[in-house]
C-alpha cells in the first residue's frame, strides 16, 4: 500500500511540475501588463498544488479589516517548513508582494514564480540589495503591503531561530504598521530535510496589528521583544 502511494505522490509530483509550466508562461505573459495578476496566476497555481496533494489551507483573522490592509509589513513569526514559503503568497490580503533571496529563486519552477512575482534580494550585492530596499519603502509607503519571515530560515525542529531586524527596521522605516502570524500545521505535514508532503490541515493566523508609529531606530529591539511575547502567547516555543 505503501508503495502505490509513493507512486501516487511522484506522478502528482510530476503533474503538478508540468502544469506549473504552463501557469508560469501566462504568468510571465501577465506580468508584462500587470504584475497583480501575475501574482494571482501564481496564487491559483499554488491553490491548485494544495488540492492536488489533500493539503487544507484556512486563514484566521484577528480582524477582517486586515484584508484590506494598507502601509502593512505582515510578518510570519514560525518558519518550520518550505510550505510556509508555498501558502504566504496565498494569504488574501491586498496588493501584498514578498521579499525574497536570489537562491530561493533558483528552485524550478516555484522559485521562478517568486523571481516574478516578488522583490528579489542579492546579498552578495549590496548596491543591488540596498536599491530593492528603497522599492519596498517607498512600496510600503504608497499603500501597498510586505510579507516576510523574521527568523530568515526555517526551524529544523520546531524552535524558533532568533528573531532578525530587518522587517521590523523596514515597518519602522515606512511607518508601516506590522501585522505578526503564524503558520500551523506545516511542521507536521513536510518537517525540514522532508521531500514527502502528507495529507492534512494547515492554518494561518493573523493576529492584531501593531503601530510602528513615533517609533524610530533604537526601537527596534524593543519592538522584537513585543513580537517574541506575541509568538509565545500563540503557543510558539
Partial sequence: MKIIHFILYIIKTF??????LIYLIVATIARFFSKWISKKVFTKYLDLYFKLFNINVQFEYSDNKLKEAR??????LNQYSFLDSMVVPMI?????????????????VLGW???LTNY???RQWSNQAKNTLNKTNNFLKSGGNISMSIEGKRSKNGILNEYK?????????????IVPFIIEGTF????????YAKSGDIKVKLLDKISTKECLYKDRNEMIKKLLIVAKKNGLK
Fill in 165 to 177: 531586524k530587518g522587517p521590523v527596521v523596514m515597518a519602522i522605516n515606512a511607518q508601516a504598521d
Fill in 120 to 122: 528579489v534580494i542579492v
Fill in 71 to 76: 502601509n502593512t509589513v505582515f510578518i510570519l
Fill in 113 to 115: 514564480f517568486y523571481l
Fill in 92 to 108: 488574501p490580503t491586498r496588493k501584498t508582494l514578498g521579499i525574497i533571496n536570489i537562491e530561493m529563486g533558483l528552485y524550478p
Fill in 15 to 20: 503533474l503538478i511540475i508540468f502544469i506549473g
Fill in 188 to 195: 507536521e505535514l513536510l518537517p525540514y530535510g522532508s521531500l
